[in-house]
């Protein structure tokens, strides 16, 4: 695309930080190019025209003037302002972990729609239900969208049937009492596991709040780091 030019767009504010006296850069995983920073012109005077509608989490359409260095934002209104999770510390927590992972995972000049999809998809979830399944089912989906779909059916490493006893991030998934390594599961988490990777999230986000669903949300975020991890450590050998 020629530089100069005026771009449409919607995108997700993934996080701000300061530029000068009264600007702001913005980073947006937009659905159209992926992710973009951009500069937010005059955002922190008091008369600015949509600072608020460029805070984390933002769920905005955009006009991005495609500058030299940075897009230069020329527009912003808001799709979704997520009103409930801005109100609640939980879910501005979750917000967070969900944004700062779809940051490490999207690099510069690649488009990511199915992502950007998932984060919006996820963010309306958090909206609307105070579930502590909402961010680790965001999780499992961002790793078997990477290609890290955690195995859960079935033991990972001998096809057993079950019952399913352990958790293990490097043979990617659960295991049955034989194979067992990793971390320990209660039958209740491999049954929210198999709902979660199962397309039976709804059913898993109506149920109370229970211990099985914090030992999701841990196995989860942990599997996330180990596959993030894993992959900076290969982007540096390959960079060397
Ligand atoms: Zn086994």
Do not use: W
Request: aromatic content about 4%; charged content about 30%.
């Amino acid at each position: 695309m020629a530089k100069g030019t005026l771009h449409r767009d919607e995108g997700v504010v993934l996080r701000t930080y300061k530029l000068g006296e009264a600007d702001r850069i913005v980073v947006l995983l937009t659905r159209g190019r992926g992710k973009v920073r951009a500069v937010a012109k005059g955002v922190r005077k008091t008369k600015s025209k949509f600072g608020a509608r460029l805070e984390p989490t933002s769920h905005v359409a955009v006009q991005l003037y495609e500058g030299r260095e940075l897009d230069i934002v020329t527009q912003a209104e808001s799709i979704d302002q997520f009103r409930a999770v801005r109100a609640d510390l939980d879910r501005i927590a979750r917000a967070s972990t969900m944004l700062e992972t779809a940051d490490q995972l999207a690099q510069q000049g690649e488009v990511y729609p199915r992502l950007y999809q998932m984060l919006v998809g996820a963010l309306r979830t958090l909206e609307g239900s105070e579930s502590p399944l909402v961010l680790p089912a965001f999780l499992l989906k961002v790793l078997a969208l990477e290609g890290y779909r955690p195995e859960v059916e079935r033991c990972v490493q001998c096809g057993d049937g079950g019952p399913l006893v352990a958790f293990d991030d490097e043979s990617g998934g659960l295991l049955c009492r034989s194979c067992r390594r990793g971390t320990a599961v209660s039958p209740e988490a491999v049954a929210l596991l198999q709902r979660i990777l199962g397309g039976r999230l709804n059913e898993a986000l109506a149920e109370p709040p229970s211990p099985a669903a914090h030992e999701v949300d841990h196995l989860a975020t942990r599997s996330v780091e180990h596959h993030l991890e894993r992959r900076l450590r290969s982007v540096t050998v390959l960079d060397h």
